[in-house]
């Protein structure tokens, strides 16, 4: 009896297939759905928790070259084209989100004096203070953080390298552009197809409500990069080191540029770094048609007419009052790859 009981037992082993379920090729990332709806990777080969728990997770990109900027682009600034060659470095998956950035205000003591809440109408605030308290407001904490100055974005980097004793900062311009654009040039981090947007990019959705509610952060992953990294274009606009310079690109060097080393003073703006990504670019154009465009997209009449491509730039200075908030400025860790983990 206990020889049949054997036998029985052995077939539905095999009908059933494998029992352990936790066994995968090291080779296939596994993605979850935690409880607060983030995408989490639990096996893969180029994914680490570089500075622990709760502080992001951060893709390794190898170095190589590519070609930065692009000729036909729609603006001045995003040419020439010219080949750039980068060293290795870890990049975070996801922009930094508001309950990361708040653990920094808090711990780093950054008062309202520094941090602005904006004041907007149409886009009630994901972070406030009360009694001295930073917090996120209700069902925000996974949202991509607002750092309104890319002198609190740089200074929450430097918050984690002391926190972690890893070398932390802003991705400079180049690998911004080389994360988003892989070696091949892509114009979007999936690719060069720019339809079925809504599936890849949050776009325009919820600024039209009175709501801080943008999104959990990995939300699209079919606008990742093949390596994993998400939210590159169709978000937060992202703050790199670069002082911004539109004529950099003719005198840039061609290994790890930095941009320049001081800023560009200009009659147009002051005091600017880089940004990169984001809802839209305001391209060069005068006529009505396609200022009607890009501005109807902001209302969510129009498909994103004017998503920004991996090469477009942007700039962004340090606001000087709350009116004056950036309330799109993200920003992105950069972890030197001084070791492999």
Same mark, same amino acid.
């Given at each position: 009896?206990?020889?049949?009981? =054997? ?17 995968? $090729? ?17 096996? #893969? ?13 951060? %893709?390794?990109? =190898? ?11 729609? =603006? ?6 010219? %080949? ?54 209700? #069902? ?17 980097? $430097?918050?984690? =390298? ?38 890849? %990019? ?28 998400? #939210? ?9 080191? #670069?002082?911004? $310079? ?74 000087? $009052? ?10 992105? %860790? ?8």
């Amino acid at each position: 009896m206990a020889y049949f009981s =054997s036998i029985v037992f052995i077939i539905l082993c095999i009908c059933a297939g494998p029992c352990d379920t936790e066994h995968h $090729d090291a080779a296939e990332p596994l993605l979850r759905e935690s409880a607060n709806g983030i995408p989490t990777t639990t096996t #893969d080969s180029h994914m680490y928790e570089l500075l622990g728990p709760g502080l992001g997770q951060f %893709v390794y990109i =190898s170095g190589g070259e590519f070609r930065m900027g692009s000729d036909g682009g729609y =603006s001045v600034d995003e040419r020439p084209e010219h %080949v750039v060659e980068l060293s290795p470095f870890y990049i975070a998956r996801f922009p930094t989100t508001n309950l990361q950035f708040v653990r920094f205000l808090n711990e780093a003591r950054i008062s309202s004096e520094q941090y602005f809440v904006p004041d907007a109408p149409f886009l009630a605030p994901a972070i406030v203070q009360a009694n001295g308290t930073w917090t996120c407001s209700e #069902d925000c904490e996974n949202d991509a953080a607002a750092c309104q100055s890319w002198i609190l974005a740089e200074q929450y980097c $430097d918050w984690l =390298s002391a926190k972690t004793a890893r070398t932390c900062r802003l991705p400079t311009e180049a690998e911004w552009e080389y994360v988003c654009r892989g070696r091949q040039g892509r114009m979007y981090p999936w690719g060069n197809d720019a339809t079925e947007l809504d599936r890849r %990019v949050w776009g325009w959705r919820g600024w039209k409500q009175n709501s801080p509610k943008l999104m959990p952060v990995g939300r699209f992953s079919e606008g990742a990069t093949p390596e994993g990294v998400c #939210d590159l274009i169709g978000y937060m606009d992202e703050v790199c080191s #670069d002082w911004y $310079d539109p004529e950099y690109y003719a005198k840039s060097p061609r290994k790890n540029p930095l941009g320049p080393r001081e800023q560009i003073k200009s009659k147009s703006y002051t005091n600017a770094k880089i940004t990169r990504g984001g809802l839209e670019r305001h391209y060069v154009s005068r006529s009505f048609a396609a200022r009607f465009l890009r501005d109807s997209q902001f209302f969510g009449v129009l498909p994103n007419t004017y998503l920004p491509r991996g090469w477009s730039r942007g700039k962004a200075s340090p606001p000087n $009052d709350h009116r004056l908030a950036y309330g799109r400025l993200g920003s992105r %860790v950069v972890v030197e790859a001084a070791r492999m983990p």
